[in-house]
């Protein structure tokens, strides 16, 4: 065995410092999620998609989202804002700045599906991506964007300029944990649901876009479908639905790398 040199102490001890130094940075990064923004989609003029029975997406959304702002602040300990409190429009800009503006950790934007054929049914989640995940997807997203395009002015026209910044965006932190966190909150909503599960999957939601925090858009279920609609306009189905996707925000943190049980879910 060699001996110990003045030399070799030095390394250990800038190695053992080094260590150290990452494991308090480390941890700043691991800081609990505290404030959280949940956006109800549509509202106001916007109705969003129409049930067979007139039921409006924009009211569904509304009631998903007060069920969930409470599950998270009364189990998870967070603060919630919800982009609209009411039957309001805000145009779909203004919802990712209130999250940028009040340094939110995380951003959720609830919407309910629609479909010509009255079969289609269950959930999907998404994060944004300019590579939208299939056909389907874009066609999702343009009738997500398309009220709002119509009635503001603004294009959300996917050109080059727009494709640069998202390519950008895919570099970012935010944008990976985006994925962990539809991941996430969508695994966890099928297995407490056992909804029909469409995947997790990419499209150019306007709703995502200029998050500067992991953001999700989740659709809940077909509101042209008879059985989901019944379960979204009960309230056993949307306490079922805030508590999985609050369980699914708990889980995001655990994997990383904050265990679950720390986030502090309150049975
Ligand atoms: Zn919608």
């Not at 060699?2 to 691991?30: G, H, M, N, Y």
């Not at 404030?35 to 029975?53: E, S």
């Not at 934007?109 to 010509?116: E, F, L, M, R």
Request: aromatic share 6%; net charge neutral; proline share 3%.
């Amino acid at each position: 065995m060699r001996p110990i040199t003045l030399k070799r102490i030095f390394f250990i001890t800038i190695t053992l410092s080094c260590l150290f130094v990452a494991t308090l940075s480390w941890a700043d990064v691991e800081a609990p999620v505290g404030l959280v923004v949940i956006d109800p989609g549509h509202g106001g003029i916007d109705k969003g998609a129409i049930g067979p029975r007139g039921i409006k997406e924009k009211d569904l959304t509304l009631k998903v989202a007060k069920a969930l702002a409470v599950v998270l602040r009364e189990k998870l300990g967070l603060t919630v804002i919800l982009t609209r409190e009411d039957d309001t429009f805000i145009p779909l800009g203004e919802r990712t700045e209130v999250a940028n503006s009040r340094g939110a950790n995380l951003f959720i934007s609830i919407h309910v599906n629609a479909a010509k054929s009255s079969r289609a049914s269950g959930i999907e989640t998404f994060f944004l991506s300019y590579d939208a995940t299939d056909e389907e997807a874009v066609r999702l997203a343009a009738v997500e964007n398309g009220f709002d395009a119509a009635h503001t002015g603004i294009e959300y026209a996917f050109n080059d300029d727009l494709k640069t910044t998202l390519l950008d965006l895919v570099e970012t932190a935010a944008h990976h944990d985006s994925s962990t966190l539809a991941e996430a909150i969508h695994t966890s909503i099928i297995r407490s649901t056992g909804r029909g599960d469409r995947g997790v999957r990419q499209a150019p939601f306007a709703v995502l876009e200029g998050a500067v925090m992991p953001a999700v858009l989740v659709e809940l279920g077909f509101i042209s479908n008879s059985s989901d609609e019944r379960w979204l306009l009960s309230k056993a189905g949307r306490k079922e639905l805030a508590h999985s996707i609050a369980l699914g925000v708990a889980d995001f943190q655990g994997r990383r790398g904050r265990g679950v049980e720390k986030v502090g879910y309150r049975k």
